[in-house]
């Protein structure tokens, strides 16, 4: 039997302190072990599940503000980097360990179909890919991003590259038991991600950047629990339970598990319970279906109630404090209470937005501000589901799931309780209703806070203006999407028109009849829109900060489309 090898990774996850973690996927059973040049360390057995094998290793030891090359050896032989590569070596980077005044920069985006797509939809280049090419070309740039921040659609299970579906045709013996050019089972989707993720420049991006991340939609299905009544209808496939299943199990696998630090993987529940296995797969099974029932708490009750599992998760990075936000498992879709997080998810949210930062980011698959002439419409609709005539509702929820009225503005209560948020954030006070328990008489006010969204195939940067004059934090919105794909022609001039102040008047009086109330905040277009491939970044410097968004031109470099620098004194 031949040596296991790496099939996936090394995917470098999180850096904290001394600690970094590394993510593989292996051919077979081994130990795998991470060793940088400076004599740090670390070693994970694989865990199996699915007749697939994983591994993320804990490497302590690490020199305070340091760069170090690695190595991955499974069962002591040399896995990575492997012979002949053409890269430079992978490395480590750690902050110092007092790094209040070190820059911090993500590199953030969403929607990233594999270049195999490319040769059916002639899409434009891959802006993660290029920027890892720039990366290899100067691989020592004093400028390279602390952390790359993924928000949605890593992988489209619902749209499949001409690859993926010459496979499926060959395991869909009745096409009406399972979709036959969609991913069901968990094997099906280890493919999607093999296609990504050996991608060469990606590969190498990833094993020298660290990355968190979060689903949206297509990492199951387009609209992902859209409303309520989207849930009863997708039960009622034969396929569905297994694609729900498999999606969250391996989105766990893939994803999550490695947006988790050290001491949180080590106290995860569902990660204790997959090493102690022999074999996971059963309970990855049990996970996968416990965790979309326990939405149904949510979703189905007229008392919100927080789920067991929560896959929205915080880090902190210097002076700035990221929170990723789950905006798609765990909605509530009660119609009259929609939420984009339970209760007791977004009293957790309450606490980690408040703190002792310079700078606090919000991460989301979903814009929180869109352009108001789509903001409005959505309003409109939410109020017409909610609608006591049975035939205006229903009427409701066909657009809602035709035209994927389904963001924040369509969740009217969670994105007013954001503003909400925002405001006391923003003005000094959070110590009102909401502030965390003992979180003290007041904050300082934080330099500056961004909501970072992807989804809707277009970049763009908003700044949110407040009627309360005690804000005095910039909140912006930072949107870039996609990385690789494309709007349709034929949306462009619609959401090109979304921000212009005639049809969003027009927008805004239609959500007024249905008796849609003003939205508490008002947003102006700073830069976009832009719908080419794009990456961006976001640095903060002190208490300044600055957003660059970079898109792909036609011979695959990146070029600056639009650069905003975020707080006064930047």
């Not at 865990?47 to 069962?75: K, M, R």
């Not at 990233?112 to 434009?124: A, D, Y």
């Not at 763009?460 to 349709?488: E, G, K, M, W």
Request: some cysteine; aromatic content about 8%; overall charge neutral.
């Amino acid at each position: 039997m031949p040596s296991p090898r790496l099939l996936i990774g090394p995917l470098l996850r999180r850096v904290v302190d001394t600690r970094a973690t590394v993510w593989v996927e292996t051919s077979g059973p081994a130990v795998v072990t991470v060793r940088t040049a400076d004599g740090a360390t670390g070693s994970a057995p694989t865990f199996t599940a699915y007749d697939h094998h994983y591994a993320i290793v804990v490497v302590e030891g690490l020199t305070p503000d340091s760069a170090t090359s690695y190595q991955v050896l499974i069962d002591e032989e040399l896995a990575w980097p492997e012979p002949g590569a053409d890269f430079p070596p992978s490395v480590i980077r750690t902050r110092a360990a007092d790094d209040r005044d070190q820059p911090v920069r993500l590199l953030f985006g969403s929607c990233r179909e594999t270049t195999q797509h490319s040769t059916s939809r002639k899409l434009p280049p891959d802006a993660l890919d290029a920027y890892a090419r720039r990366m290899i070309a100067a691989p020592d740039q004093a400028d390279r991003p602390d952390l790359l921040v993924l928000l949605g659609d890593q992988v489209y299970a619902d749209e499949t590259s001409p690859t993926m579906r010459k496979l499926l045709k060959r395991r869909r013996r009745r096409p009406k038991d399972a979709p036959a050019t969609q991913v069901v089972s968990y094997d099906e989707y280890t493919k999607l991600y093999l296609e990504s993720w050996r991608d060469p420049e990606i590969r190498w991006l990833l094993s020298t950047v660290p990355s968190v991340m979060i689903f949206d939609d297509h990492e199951v299905i387009d609209d992902w629990n859209t409303s309520k009544s989207w849930r009863a209808d997708m039960r009622e496939q034969p396929w569905w339970a297994e694609r729900i299943r498999s999606g969250l199990a391996s989105y766990w696998v893939y994803q999550h598990l490695g947006n988790l630090s050290p001491d949180e993987i080590a106290t995860d529940p569902v990660y204790a319970k997959v090493v102690a296995a022999e074999d996971a797969t059963s309970v990855l099974e049990e996970f996968g279906q416990r965790v979309d029932t326990e939405a149904d708490v949510a979703h189905d009750t007229e008392r919100w109630r927080a789920v067991q599992y929560q896959w929205s998760y915080s880090l902190d990075l210097g002076r700035t404090r990221l929170v990723m936000l789950d905006n798609r498992s765990s909605r509530v879709l009660e119609p009259g209470a929609r939420a984009m997080l339970p209760p007791g998810e977004w009293s957790w949210f309450l606490d980690r937005a408040h703190g002792v930062y310079d700078h606090l980011v919000v991460g989301a698959s979903l814009p929180w501000l869109l352009p108001p002439g789509i903001h409005h419409v959505e309003s409109w609709n939410e109020k017409l589901a909610d609608s006591g005539r049975p035939w205006v509702a229903r009427l409701a929820e066909q657009l809602r799931r035709a035209w994927d009225l389904e963001h924040w503005a369509s969740f009217r209560r969670s994105f007013d309780a954001l503003g909400e948020l925002f405001v006391r954030l923003g003005s000094g006070r959070p110590g009102e209703p909401g502030a965390r328990v003992g979180a003290g008489p007041a904050y300082a006010p934080p330099a500056s806070i961004s909501m970072l969204g992807g989804d809707v195939h277009h970049s763009y940067v908003a700044r949110a203006r407040f009627a309360d004059p005690a804000v005095r934090t910039p909140v912006h919105q930072l949107t870039c999407s996609p990385i690789h794909n494309q709007v349709p022609a034929a949306m462009r001039p619609l959401m090109t028109l979304g921000w212009n102040p005639g049809p969003a008047s027009a927008a805004r009086a239609l959500a007024r009849s249905a008796g849609v109330r003003r939205p508490s905040v008002r947003w102006k277009k700073l830069a976009g829109p832009y719908f080419g491939n794009a990456v961006s970044t976001l640095t903060h410097t002190g208490r300044t900060a600055e957003v660059l968004i970079e898109g792909t031109a036609s011979d695959g470099r990146l070029r600056e489309v639009a650069r905003r620098r975020l707080t006064p004194d930047g």
